[in-house]
């Protein structure tokens, strides 16, 4: 707590310094719209553009940080905002240094969460990011707390007498205990085979869902002309009897629907499949169903622990913020199940009944149909059919044609070099312990698929992101907490307390100075793999979502005659909040609509500081740099008196 205390007193001196982020005002108005539904719950409102992502967090940041923004009487209303979202950062602060603990003792716990927030990447994203670092942080507290849940439930029961012949009957926990001694690395790879299993499932489906949704949508107008297979255009004129008074695209949009439907069943169902197929090639024992029947009645019977209720609520906040938030639940069932066997069943169908509760409370979007829009949620976000481009290595690339090492490399040149030996490391005894059964096997294979399967969508399956890693920063956490078992035996080496401290001072010295140099731009680090931010230059953005422009935009101020015209290059939106009341801002499309538009300034950043072309002959007049590096420039083109 105290280290959050310092964090919130940094954050309330250097919050007004952070510019807007590119789609904050597009935000700002998605929240508005969406909390009116609760006035109108019949009439939800929907955003096609928007459909893969959940409103609460932004209805949040929108209301407590316009309230802030009026309260705090030096700040701005994008100030509250951004303090909102270092609030909610505090959340991952918290939760990986109650993940790290677990592992091992508090020191190096501390010192694996330091060298966590002391990434410059992720400074810069907790203050401006409204979107990705919020969900980083409530997805990380949903797997703390997901997994404090299982511990509480797999614990056996204490109190009261075992029940007559109890003990001549080895439960179904017990059963799976002695498999696993007797068997140690079948048994890894049965739980492992399940967990490949419960990823390529869905991922098929997802994957497979396109082709079928066209198909079944062909089948469908097909019937609909009466062009189909006899026996099919028979059905289709007995379900739809007034069909000719009915536009197609209606009876589309219910095939759709019950295709989703379907679609998850089989999934359900092959996992289930699957999940027996594991376990019997595992235990190979009898009496496996009678033992199932007692531990499942067992489980019915024990109180539930009282943090079961506050883990479904933070879970049903995550999945409201992102649909893929649901694995982050995964995770943790994955990991109660292990534990508990049976007996966790009814407890963690009552946990993922309220979290779903909570979700849909505050996910308005999905009161009209909740299964088929989140299933459209869910399979929009891990195909997201928008195209952006990114610049990498020096080349425009678009988001659904990156090489399969964008991810990778990113990761290795966008934290700290301790940041990065210490997760290498990390990562290599993990694995060692995982394979040796550690008693701590099953945080410690949690930590490891926490960050597998958003690595694998990105690298394997392709799936599209952009604005470098920003999309996945919610499987960076893990990789941070596992840097503690590579700091513990380095700080076990140093007994002396003060050389300890020093130690750790080391290890996060590089990101303190990269933060006190580049801020209020932190976000745009590189590190020295690439020549820092000055190597990077001409290669990567760092400054993709121009909140440079609130800097710049205080020398226009200063500069510009009287109702002067503006031209603006970049992130129009991330300038309009600082400029002065009388200026006139345009951006490239709006100046297009209107040739008669002439210009006085011009500002620019994102691409027009790597290649200058927007009124190229016009000399610059300012720039906001960091480490060298323009990151937004003021040009003239017309007198300033």
Known sequence: MVLVAVNLAIALVVVSHYGQSTDERNN??????????????????????????????????????????????????????????????????????????????PLPALAATLLFETQPLFWGHAFINQKDSPFMALFAASVALGLAMADRLGQPPSEGPPARGEGRRPAFRLIAAEAWRRDPARGFKAVALFFVLALVVPT???????????????????????????????????????????????????????????????????????????????????GIGRAFVRDLWEGIATPLPRILFPAAMVLGMTIAVRSVGLYAGLLAVGYAVARGGPRVIVPLAIYVGAAGLVAILLWPQLWLDPAAMFAGSLSRTLQFPGVHQTLFEGVALASDDLPRWYLPELMAIQYTLPGIFFILIGLWVAVRRVRRCDPKTGRLAVLLLWPLAPFLATVVFRSPIYN?????????????????????????????????????????????????????????????????????????????????????????????????????????????????????????????????????????????????????????????????????????????E
């Not at 932004?58 to 030096?74: A, C, H, K, N, S």
């Not at 219910?254 to 376990?279: E, F, H, K, P, Q």
Request: hydrophobic share 50%.
């Open 28 to 105: 700002i108005e998605f929240a508005r719209q969406t909390l009116l539904s609760y006035a109108h719950p019949e009439r939800p409102y929907l955003d096609p553009l928007r459909e893969d992502k959940g409103p609460f967090y932004l209805m949040l940041w929108f209301g407590v940080g316009e309230w802030l923004g009026r309260t705090v009487p030096p700040w701005e209303l994008v100030d509250g905002r951004h303090f909102v979202n270092f609030l909610a950062f505090q959340l991952a602060v918290i939760s990986i240094y109650a993940l790290s603990v677990k592992l091992v003792p």
């Open 204 to 286: 098929t489906r997802i994957l497979l869902e396109g082709p079928i949704r066209a198909a079944t949508d062909r089948l469908v107008r097909s019937a609909y002309r009466g062009e189909a297979w006899t026996p099919i255009n028979q059905v289709f004129r007995r379900l739809a009897e007034n069909a000719a008074a009915v536009d197609p695209a209606a009876y589309v949009q219910r095939t759709d629907r019950l295709v989703d439907l379907g679609t998850l069943l089989l999934s359900v169902v092959m996992l289930v499949v699957a999940a027996s197929i594991v376990w019997r090639t595992w235990t190979g024992s009898r």
């Open 468 to 640: 470098y890693t920003r999309q996945v920063l919610f499987m960076m956490p893990p990789l941070f907490v596992l840097t503690a078992l590579s700091i513990d035996p380095v700080l076990r080496a140093v007994r002396a307390k003060g050389a300890a401290a020093a130690m750790v001072a080391v290890l996060i010295a590089p990101g303190v100075w990269a933060i006190a140099n580049l801020h209020p731009y932190e976000y745009g680090y590189f590190n020295e793999l690439v020549g820092g931010v000055r190597g990077a230059y001409g290669r990567f953005m760092s400054d993709y979502w121009c909140t440079s422009f609130r800097e710049a935009m205080r020398y226009v101020n200063d500069v510009a005659p009287p109702s002067a015209r503006v031209a603006v290059s970049g992130a129009e939106g991330s300038a309009v909040p600082f400029a002065r009341g009388d200026l006139v801002l345009k951006d490239e499309s709006e100046i297009e609509l209107d040739p008669s538009f002439r210009p006085v300034l011009v500002l620019a950043c994102n691409w027009a500081t790597v290649d200058p072309d927007f009124f190229p002959q016009a000399p610059v007049l300012y720039a906001v740099e960091r480490a060298g590096v323009p990151l937004a420039v003021v040009k003239q083109l017309g007198p300033l």
